[in-house]
């Protein structure tokens, strides 16, 4: 079993920056892999970025160049540095872990105001 604590979500305005944590609990030792979906506004969930136990990192292409995944094994966490927003990055960040099964966090809102 494993929890997910998620922060970090927030107004800003276009090219603006935003960072969002991701803390899990329990059992930590089974993490495989972190990373983010989100869901905007009338559109289905999609992936943004994972990090996996070895440190290797994906990212959607829509995020490319502008967010960075890092991730602090000894205190069980992931982080997802987003910079120069867009208003199309206007959705709710889900942090999910794979460690076993998947787990979810539960959201945090980011809007991006033009």
């Known amino acids: 079993q494993v929890q997910l604590a998620e922060s970090g979500g927030g107004l800003v305005q276009a090219g603006g920056s935003l960072r969002l944590s991701c803390a899990a609990s329990?059992?930590?030792?089974?993490?495989?892999?972190m990373g983010w979906y989100r869901q905007g506004p009338g559109k289905q969930r999609e992936f943004v970025a994972s990090?996996?136990?070895?440190?290797?990192?994906n990212y959607a292409d829509s995020v490319k160049g502008r967010f960075t995944i890092s991730r602090d094994n000894a205190k069980n966490s992931a982080y997802l540095q987003m910079n120069s927003l867009k208003t199309e990055d206007t959705a709710v960040y889900l942090c999910?872990?794979?460690?076993?099964?998947?787990?979810w966090g539960q959201g945090t809102q980011v809007t991006v105001s033009s």
């Open positions: 999910y872990v794979v460690a076993g099964g998947l787990y």
């Open positions: 329990g059992n930590t030792f089974s993490i495989r892999s």
């Open positions: 990090i996996s136990s070895d440190g290797s990192t």
